[in-house]
């Protein structure tokens, strides 16, 4: 199976190709620039660096959520723009999961994205099976406490809201250096390849986002009582 995979929930654009869980092609953006300008090209030059044509692919991967809203939205769009004239199975992972999947060793990995407001969207996974222990959540980082006090294993955070946990928890958890937080398209792909594999690959119709939380507009109508 050759997977494509999409990974622009957060500031860094990313691209990967796997065949049955092997990496073939990567590469990332971090630039400021938007996705809807870098994503295509990256894809485009993804597919000519190996030589293959889309019709080739077999399964698309992207995050859906959670993330940015406008970064998840560029991620479902441009996927449903490339699976629908051939209709690819497409996967829409967590941001969360594709993070851990990339993360190697044994313990605990809680991959934690800047959610803003003092806030992050964070879960926990075993490794070195990636054994989801904790649903996707949007709490504030002092959430995470009862966690780690009854976390028995070694615990280390990933993404780019891992900063703002380690600020907090330093003394519960092992240092990982900020270059190996980074978020990868790899484990868009590992993710996508897993979830094919346990059926739930759909029709790019069917992908949706999942946001976790109202979108700042939305909380302030509701303020409002509108």
Not at 110 to 129: M, N
Not at 196 to 223: D, I, K, T, W
Request: charged share 15%; hydrophobic share 45%.
């Amino acid at each position: 199976m050759i997977c494509l995979g999409l990974d622009c929930a957060g500031k860094v654009a990313g691209v990967a190709v796997t065949q049955d869980g092997q990496l073939l092609y990567e590469c990332f953006l971090n630039r400021g620039l938007t996705h809807s300008e870098t994503l295509l090209p990256m894809v485009q030059n993804a597919l000519a660096a190996l030589g293959l044509s889309l019709s080739q692919v077999d399964l698309l991967g992207v995050c859906a959520g959670p993330g940015s809203f406008t970064g998840l939205r560029i991620g479902l769009a441009v996927v449903k723009g490339l699976a629908l004239p051939g209709n690819i199975p497409c996967a829409g992972v967590s941001t969360l999961e594709a993070l851990a999947r990339c993360c190697t060793g044994s313990g605990v990995v809680i991959p934690a994205l800047d959610a803003r407001r003092g806030e992050v969207y964070w879960a926990a996974f075993s490794l070195p099976d990636c054994q989801r222990l904790t649903p996707d959540a949007a709490q504030p980082v002092g959430s995470l406490e009862d966690f780690l006090k009854n976390c028995k294993n070694p615990v280390f955070f990933v993404g780019d809201g891992a900063a703002l946990c380690y600020n907090r928890y330093s003394a519960q958890a092992i240092p990982c250096p900020a270059p190996l937080r980074q978020s990868r398209a790899l484990g868009v792909c590992l993710a996508a390849e897993a979830a094919a594999a346990a059926g739930q690959a759909v029709p790019a119709a069917q992908l949706v986002p999942c946001y976790l939380r109202l979108s700042q507009a939305e909380r302030e109508r509701a303020a409002r009582g509108m």
